[in-house]
């Protein structure tokens, strides 16, 4: 294990969420235990990561020196690797100025964007949806894996959690992260017995104070069951799930979306507004019961792994 994954006070990396995670959510996160991530596309203009991982790190950096015995959790930044990231090289120039401990890529592995990570001592964890991913991941230089199981938020695979997990851990023994429906601490119990190292937890943090969405979106989010999740690639030419409310909302059926295809993928300039008015969300989010701050989650989430683990000691 790298020693910056080591000994993390809970085996929690909060998923970066596209537009709503902020310096404020990361930098609560982190305080409370669990490393906390944001995309570097969500600084807009692109000018503002300088000042977002100014905050970041200068912010910890005084957090750890008054809590010596309670160093907060490292934080992680998302890089989309797609050709369509036209801000990619600028980004990573400004996580090398400031030394990102952790860099999380996805849509696509590039040995490049690995070895830029490793000249400064970061880690790089790629996400992928299935084994054979995972695999080119590693062979290009992948520190590190997050498993995107079905029922993850956001761009989720259809693999059940136990087949994507226990076929990498035939063939890989580095740090793998588990995602999909993760939202309760014996969920994060249960992606360690299974042989993960981490869960991987977005939707959750949606709901929370710090967290960038609108409060329909978060109310939403709390109202909400799996039921109410639908899996579409029509809003980016990737399959992903989605509170089937905020496509009704844009005027559409939930029930009859016509399919898309990869070529309509856009991470760039316009990618935003889809998102802004879909809503991304995975199927985790019937524990969702009210809007809390994050590290009142993280308190809820530590309690209830403890409670699954002695529960587990007494079976």
């Known amino acids: 294990m790298p020693p910056v994954l080591a000994n993390l006070p809970l085996p929690i990396i909060g998923s970066p969420l596209f537009i709503i995670s902020n310096p404020k959510l990361v930098i609560e996160q982190c305080k409370a235990g669990v490393v906390g991530s944001m995309p570097a596309l969500n600084a807009r203009p692109a000018s503002q990561l300088d000042e977002w991982l100014a905050e970041i790190t200068e912010t910890l950096a005084g957090y750890n020196r008054a809590n010596p015995d309670k160093p907060a959790a490292p934080f992680a930044i998302n890089q989309i690797v797609h050709k369509s990231n036209d801000r990619l090289q600028h ?12 860099i999380i890529t996805s849509l696509g592995a590039r040995t490049d964007v690995n070895d830029a990570v490793h000249a400064w001592g970061g880690v790089v964890l790629h996400d992928i949806i299935n084994n054979t991913f995972a695999k080119k991941a590693i062979e290009k230089g992948a520190d590190g894996l997050i498993a995107v199981a079905a029922g993850a938020g956001g761009h989720a695979g259809v693999k059940s959690p136990f087949a994507l997990i226990q076929e990498i851990r035939t063939w890989f023994d580095g740090p793998v992260a588990l995602s999909g429906s993760i939202a309760t601490g014996g969920a994060v119990l249960a992606a360690r017995a299974m042989g993960a190292d981490f869960a991987y937890i977005g939707s959750a943090f949606i709901a929370t104070e710090e967290a960038r969405a609108v409060e329909g979106y978060k109310q939403m989010i709390v109202e909400s069951t799996s039921d109410d ?8 030419g990737v399959h992903g799930n989605y509170l089937k409310g905020s496509i009704r909302a844009a005027g559409l059926d939930p029930d009859a979306l016509p399919e898309s295809d990869p070529s309509a993928m856009n991470f760039g300039g316009d990618a935003k507004k889809a998102w802004k008015d879909i809503w991304g969300c995975g199927q985790g989010i019937g524990a969702i019961k ?13 309690r209830e792994y403890e409670e699954a683990r002695q529960a587990l000691k007494l079976a």
């Open 91 to 102: 980004d990573m120039e400004l996580c090398a100025k400031y030394k990102v401990p952790i």
């Open 229 to 236: 999740i639908v899996y579409s690639n029509l809003f980016t």
């Open 290 to 302: 009210e809007v809390v701050p994050a590290g009142a989650l993280v308190e809820r989430l530590k």
